[in-house]
T-cell receptor, first 113, second 118 residues
């Protein structure tokens, strides 16, 4: 069974631009969560989607948004990029919204210059 | 709000030696507790989880963890470390999802970097 696939793996953007990251969950998994990982703040929860609905949202500004499609694939978008948005963005899938058992992808490493 | 403390940022052990990684949590109700491992350039992999029941839980790769409510701890142990165990280990707590609808929102500790000396 294929794991969680995140694209792109690496990307470089400049301040003010926007970026879209994609996540394909494990087949059959309907819940997708997003986390931001930085050396200073560690792992922080961004949001979670289940059945195309956002179930939970972390403490991030409105520049961070996401969505989930009917095939459970998810995208997250960051608009008006800031230097502090440089991070590893991790997507995790699970069978349902209340399992806590997350299967993580390898992440998308975003560098903002 | 829940929180997780991993007091050891770095730990070095010799191959074959025993290992214990510390984790303390703060949560008002019965927590869901997890240990994840992250190898360089990789995502996180679930080692083990505690939801309820037996306070000693077994995980993959020979790891185990013990939930101690009185100490608010969930320490990870392995009797004999292998060089391939070198990685970063994260303890995490989840909300009591059934009651609060916390879903898969986990709060992670800052991680413990494990180095294994050959």
């Amino acid at each position: 069974k294929a794991g969680v696939t995140q694209t792109p793996r690496y990307l470089i953007k400049t301040r003010g631009q926007q970026v879209t990251l994609s996540c394909s969950p494990i087949s059959g998994h309907r819940s997708v969560s997003w986390y931001q990982q930085t050396p200073g703040q560690g792992l922080q929860f961004l949001f979670e989607y289940f059945s195309e609905t956002q179930r939970n949202k972390g403490n991030f500004p409105g520049r961070f948004s996401g969505r989930q499609f009917s095939n459970s694939r998810s995208e997250m978008n960051v608009s008006t990029l800031e230097l502090g948005d440089s991070a590893l963005y991790l997507c995790a899938s699970s069978t349902g919204p209340n399992t806590g058992e997350l299967f993580f992808g390898e992440g998308s490493r975003l560098t903002v210059l | 709000a829940q929180s997780v403390t991993q007091p050891d940022i770095h730990i070095t052990v010799s191959e074959g030696a025993s290992l214990e990684l510390r984790c303390n949590y703060s949560y008002g109700a019965t927590p869901y507790l997890f240990w994840y491992v992250q190898s360089p350039g990789q995502g996180l992999q679930l080692l083990l989880k505690y939801f309820s029941g037996d306070t000693l839980v077994q995980g993959i790769k020979g790891f185990e963890a013990e939930f101690k409510r009185s100490q608010s701890s969930f320490n990870l142990r392995k009797p004999s470390v292998h060089w391939s165990d070198a990685a970063e280990y994260f303890c995490a707590v989840g909300a009591g999802v059934i009651l609060t609808g916390g879903g898969n929102k986990l709060t992670f500790g800052t991680g413990t970097q494990l180095k294994v000396e050959l």
